[in-house]
């Protein structure tokens, strides 16, 4: 599903964010990705949604090499994945249900299937209350939950997370974890990058060690 | 599949119309700004097509001069008047006696010098006449026969001041041309700046919907239907000036035009030069925001 061939980034600066990198996750799998911070788990995560471009090498989505392709392509390869970013990206300048309304409208559903879906996607987070909430009022956690909501609203068979349990507590951790691990029982490919060594400690998913942008078997 | 790319351009338009009046003072100096802008050539080219539209009619009944020869008297410019009269063809006679001509050259600027040098006046009498129609043949066949008769020294067509006046009118044109280009370079300046500011206030939106997987055709569409709608309103604007400007004008010339017994009223823009105006101000404000979303979008791209 995913495959990385002899993949490099080097920045413009000369700074080498991943070094000939082989990989391949198959359909369905769950990895994590894991690695100090500057390691390269991040550039890895944006190359996959051709937010960042290899300098070199072939990453193949579904049999399609995504390191050439067109720009005008790329939405369209957004579409196919669920992204979780470190830093969130939510808008404040509106509430929980349309912030998870946001991928819907980009992919033209007409309004009542949007909303059903919006909905789904809430109460599977949780978040079914508080869809008129601005997402200022939720807690950390809520806001996380809010992300993967999101992100899977439009039923991607990817989910990507960077680091989505970054400034949570172990309790909060502990039920994110359980959600993504619920998608992936349901047939979703899922990445997931973390520093966060105890949630690494009792999984039986596979685990991706990145050392200085390079693969540490 | 149309369905939805309805749903999808109805719900655009409608959170436009929205945007545009969740901000009214805003929108509103806006639309008037550009609505003045161009109601400045559109008014303009009302006067000059009003104005057009009389010499047009002017134009109807040509003018001839008749010059006599000099040794003519008082019984032959009786009889030249009465073939003259006799005549279908001839609508209006005017005789200008060399006397009077001397004085009406006498009181022109500049010239009562060298008519005060003269020994003798020099100038003909003359008939100056309007003619009914102005097919060439006929009036070329008047003026031979005219100039046959043995009083008249030379017959002359008189459409100098008409071309004098189409020179003008011409001129008119070019200022209305010039104008109309500077105020609409003027609005598509605005309105590029408009979007820009729009852009740098939905900055994130922007970005996440891109890192989402929207096309760049999903994030230039609110802004282009903001700045085509704005456009609209703008040159609907400018045709309500330019139409409570004329009546407002007519009703002022009334008294005016009522004493001097000229027939003469500012007919307002048409319904055909209405919908140009109106189009064509849509059309500078789509223009003026497709290319500052040109400009701008791609500094917005995800990294």
Known sequence: MIVFKNVSKRYPDGYVALNNIDLTVEPGEMVFLTGHSGAGKSTLLKLISAIERPTSGTIAI?????????????????????????????LFDRNVFNNVLLPLQISSFDSKTAASRVRAALDKVGLLKKEKSMPITLSGGERQRLCIARAIVHRPNILIADEPTGNLDVEYARDIMALFTSFN??????????HDASLLEDTQHRIILLKQGKLAV | MIRAWLTQHGFVLILTLKRLISTPITTFLSI??????????????????NLQSVTGQAANSPQMSLFLRKEVNKEDIAKI???????????????????????????????ADITISLQHNPLPDAFVIHTAQNTSDMLEQLRAEMQSWPEVEHVQFDSAWLERLHALLKLGRFVVLMLATLLSVAIIAIMFNTIRLQ???????????????????????PFLYFGTLQGLASGASAWLIVTFSIALINEEAYAFIHQSGIDFYLQPLSPHDSISLIVFSALLGWLGARLSVASHL?????R
């Open chain 1, 62 to 90: 579904s049999g399609q090499n995504i390191a050439r392709l067109k720009l005008g392509a790329i939405p369209y390869l957004r579409r196919k994945i669920g992204f979780i970013f470190q830093d969130h990206k939510l």
């Open chain 1, 185 to 194: 029982q349901v047939g979703v490919t899922v990445m997931i990058a973390t």
């Open chain 2, 32 to 49: 008037i700004v550009m609505g003045i802008a161009l109601s400045m050539p559109t008014g303009i080219y009302v006067f000059m097509k």
């Open chain 2, 81 to 111: 008047k009465r073939n003259l009269e006799h005549n279908a063809n001839i609508v209006s006679i005017q005789f200008v006696s060399k006397d009077a001509a001397l004085q009406r050259l006498q009181q022109s600027n500049g010239l």
């Open chain 2, 199 to 221: 852009i740098l206030t939905k900055h994130d939106e922007i970005e996440i919907s891109k890192l989402i997987g929207a096309t760049d055709s999903f994030i230039r569409r």
């Open chain 2, 298 to 302: 791609w500094q917005i791209e995800p």
